[in-house]
């Protein structure tokens, strides 16, 4: 498809804002009533790096999720909660994020990230949202390449990638610096054209 049918097809195409999940996982856009939710997650120590700025209060919660909906109006980036699936429409409790950003719409590129909240960790909901997310990526955004990356000690990331179907492509010495300390960081990609992963591979959860 050339550029110019593909700038057609982004503006006339309507993307879906509510996926459902086989596992019972229920990945939507973010609202302003997540605000508390966020701000439980961000308590963690864990998720001090997911963010630009600390989100210590309401305001700043309701703010980050402000970014998160303009970047989905602009088409830039298109975060997602990930659900519980118990609270019908809504979704239910929220578990995490999984968000396709750095979208390039002239080559079709976007960077894939997640992130699972404590109390989530260790039952697959990061590498089964993934799944789910790629896949709309690629039918409903018309991106043809999705990356990712994960710092080299951060094995449960790697795992989610691969169990997600991203194949690894090289590394990045150094990139990262975290407290003084340089962290080499793993590539991973996978194309709308690559194989879908094996149903009933192993699932993980981590944050990249």
């Not at 009533?33 to 210590?56: K, W």
């Not at 690629?138 to 951060?154: K, P, S």
């Not at 690559?194 to 009933?200: A, H, I, L, S, T």
Request: some cysteine; charged content about 20%; glycine content about 10%.
């Amino acid at each position: 498809m050339s550029w110019r049918a593909l700038e057609g097809w982004w503006q006339t195409h309507a993307m879906r804002d509510h996926l459902e999940a086989p596992s019972g996982l229920v990945l939507r856009q973010w609202a302003a009533v997540d605000a508390r939710a966020v701000l439980a997650a961000f308590a963690d120590p864990l998720m001090r790096e997911q963010s630009a700025e600390p989100l210590d209060s309401l305001s700043a919660a309701e703010r980050w999720i402000a970014e998160r909906q303009d970047e989905w109006s602009a088409g830039t980036a298109y975060a997602f909660a990930v659900t519980d699936g118990s609270g019908g429409g809504n979704g239910g409790a929220v578990l995490g994020q999984m968000s396709i950003g750095g979208v390039h719409r002239r080559h079709r590129i976007g960077w894939v990230s997640y992130w699972t909240t404590a109390a989530a960790r260790g039952r697959g909901v990061a590498s089964r949202a993934c799944r789910v997310a790629a896949e709309w990526a690629f039918t409903d955004a018309g991106l043809f390449r999705l990356e990712l990356g994960h710092r080299v000690n951060n094995p449960a990331s790697c795992a989610v990638a691969r169990a997600a179907g991203f194949a690894v492509e090289g590394r990045q010495r150094q990139k990262l610096e975290y407290d003084g300390v340089r962290y080499d960081v793993e590539l991973h990609a996978r194309l709308a054209t690559d194989p879908g992963p094996v149903n009933g591979a192993h699932t993980v959860d981590s944050s990249n």
